[in-house]
T-cell receptor, first 114, second 113 residues
Framework: KAGVTQTPRYLIKTRGQQVTLSCSPISGHRSVSWYQQTPGQGLQFLFEYFSETQRNKGNFPGRFSGRQFSNSRSEMNVSTLELGDSALYLCASSSRTSGSNEQFFGPGTRLTVL | GQQLNQSPQSMFIQEGEDVSMNCTSS?????WLWYKQDPGEGPVLLIALYKAGELTSNGRLTAQFGITRKDSFLNISASIPSDVGIYFC?????????????FGKGTLLTVNP
């Protein structure tokens, strides 16, 4: 099985712009979770999508949003970028079946905000 | 919110030595996961634990789910240079259908050949 793929791998934006990141989960996985990773805060949960619905949400401002398509691919959008949004954005897919909490991560998108 | 304390923050060891790291939580977890992350890559799942007291091995790696369900540890035996990286613990609490994972801050492991 192919792993989780994320595009683009690297992105440079300026303050005030908006950005869209994409994630394709492992084939058959219907849950996609997004995380922000920074040196200071570590891995922080953004939100989870399952069957095209947001199921869980972390403590991030409304500038961070996402969606999931019928093929389980997910996108994350950040509007009005701030310098502090520079981070590695990771998505993780899961089958979300009973008894399985394993999440498998993609390589991440490195976002730099100038 | 939930807190995960992972220790140590960093370790510098000689090749061949054994390594131990642990995580403690402020609440009960029903799942503990251990990941390793190499520079510029996403975390890779090493071991998943689902039952209190469970001891699971993956090659030279062994992890245990603490009896209190508030802690877990990871041991690496006979370390080699490719073990270098950041190791994260992650847990899922026992409440509802929440699939959110809470992560520790990581343990940076350096192995001197």
């Amino acid at each position: 099985k192919a792993g989780v793929t994320q595009t683009p791998r690297y992105l440079i934006k300026t303050r005030g712009q908006q950005v869209t990141l994409s994630c394709s989960p492992i084939s058959g996985h219907r849950s996609v979770s997004w995380y922000q990773q920074t040196p200071g805060q570590g891995l922080q949960f953004l939100f989870e999508y399952f069957s095209e619905t947001q199921r869980n949400k972390g403590n991030f401002p409304g500038r961070f949003s996402g969606r999931q398509f019928s093929n389980s691919r997910s996108e994350m959008n950040v509007s009005t970028l701030e310098l502090g949004d520079s981070a590695l954005y990771l998505c993780a897919s899961s089958s979300r079946t009973s008894g399985s909490n394993e999440q498998f991560f993609g390589p991440g998108t490195r976002l730099t905000v100038l | 919110g939930q807190q995960l304390n992972q220790s140590p923050q960093s370790m510098f060891i000689q090749e061949g030595e054994d390594v131990s790291m642990n995580c403690t939580s402020s609440s009960i977890f029903n799942t503990w996961l251990w990941y390793k992350q190499d520079p510029g890559e996403g975390p890779v799942l090493l071991i998943a634990l689902y039952k209190a007291g469970e001891l699971t091995s993956n090659g030279r790696l062994t992890a245990q789910f603490g009896i209190t369900r508030k802690d877990s540890f990871l041991n690496i035996s006979a370390s080699i240079p490719s073990d270098v990286g950041i190791y994260f613990c992650a847990g899922r609490d026992s409440g509802g259908s929440n699939y959110k994972l809470t992560f520790g801050k990581g343990t940076l492991l350096t192995v001197n050949p």
